[in-house]
T-cell receptor, first 113, second 112 residues
């Protein structure tokens, strides 16, 4: 089954404790991205990657890092989480090409206390 | 359930009625648009897309209309069913590889 898998689904952590949210896709997609979703704001892109070792900032990259060492994986790293990073996070992947639909993971609910 | 829909505009319809969800986009250079459906506890799911060289596209029970003059997009759902209850997002591609900009979303509530 074609899917984007995120882990964990739920995470509660404390301010300053580094964490990683994993994302993996099995569709051999070249393009992957991370979004955060907050009430009333829709989804905002954090980082994206057009291929292995190629990453770039989205609209809200501050406080986040990513890496793309393999085509299928695109982890999101929070080096020093803060309460304003409490949000619902989605990973997405899409095929090469300009106008192709993005497939989303199930989401990770992160709470930073 | 998730709290992302707490502050969203809500469209309430009776089961069997047609629903129209509207979206205004801001960038006249956007040339590709997608509607996504998000059910509680799930990620956004693709419904239908349209390119800027079209003004209408139909799928199964859904139709998307694009009015480039006023930068407006709408999603029409025919014979709305309880399973259509969800938050609906429009997204525009402002160029480049799938640089999607999402709207804030509209909650659709279907009543029996």
């Amino acid at each position: 089954e074609a899917q984007v898998t995120q882990n964990p689904r739920y995470l509660i952590t404390v301010t300053g404790k580094k964490l990683t949210v994993t994302c993996s896709q099995n569709m051999n997609h070249e393009y992957m991205s991370w979004y955060r979703q907050d009430p009333g704001l829709g989804l905002r892109q954090i980082y994206y990657s057009m291929n292995v070792e190629v990453t770039d900032k989205g609209d809200v990259p501050e406080g986040y890092k990513v890496s793309r060492k393999e085509k299928r994986n695109f982890p999101l790293i929070l080096e020093s989480p803060s309460p304003n990073q409490t949000s619902l996070y989605f990973c997405a992947s899409s095929d090469k090409g300009k106008d192709t639909e993005a497939f989303f993971g199930q989401g990770t609910r992160l709470t930073v206390v | 359930g998730e709290s992302v829909g707490l502050h969203l505009p809500t469209l309430s319809v009776q089961e069997g009625d047609n629903s129209i969800i509207n979206c205004a986009y801001s960038n006249s250079a956007s040339d590709y648009f997608i509607w996504y459906k998000q059910e509680s506890g799930k990620g956004p799911q693709f419904i239908i897309d349209i390119r800027s060289n079209m003004d209408k596209r139909q799928g199964q029970r859904v139709t998307v209309l694009l009015n480039k003059t006023v930068k407006h997009l709408s999603l029409q759902i025919a014979a709305t069913q309880p399973g259509d209850s969800a938050v609906y997002f429009c997204a525009e591609n402002r160029g480049g590889y799938n640089k999607l900009i999402f709207g804030a979303g509209t909650r659709l509530a279907v009543h029996p």
